[in-house]
Nanobody
């Protein structure tokens, strides 16, 4: 299992950037696929980005493609989400999540077993 703690959220103007971090516990971080999800008020939690165990493959929701970059540093047990060209529609609580590598890739929040507490990202106009 893994425990996750997000940080880096905050208030930013549209067009600005933020970098979120997710710190993981334990020694098995590199065995997990890591995902970022977000949930806006009144909406379901949605997929944002995914990275495989080595960091060599990444996947993005269409809504963030070209603007967000997910990365990981397995030596630091940390996954990042660099968010550029932020829009007001990006306002949400952002969650880091982990999925055991042997389960493969999934974009569905329900298939991620481990979650952080979330960090608020607010984009103002």
């Amino acid at each position: 299992q893994v425990q996750l703690v997000e940080s880096g959220g905050g208030l930013v103007q549209a067009g600005g950037s933020l970098r979120l971090s997710c710190a993981a516990s334990g020694r098995t971080f590199s065995s997990y696929y890591m995902g970022w999800f977000r949930q806006a008020p009144g909406k379901e939690r949605e997929f944002v980005a995914l990275i495989n165990r080595s960091g060599g493959s990444t996947y993005y929701a269409d809504s963030v493609q070209g603007r967000f970059t997910i990365s990981r540093d397995n030596a630091k047990n940390t996954v990042y989400l660099q968010m550029n060209s932020l829009k007001t529609a990006d306002t949400a609580v952002y969650y880091c999540a982990a999925r055991a590598g042997y389960y493969g890739i999934s974009y569905s929040p329900k298939e991620y077993a481990y979650w952080g507490q979330g960090t608020q990202v607010t984009v103002s106009s």
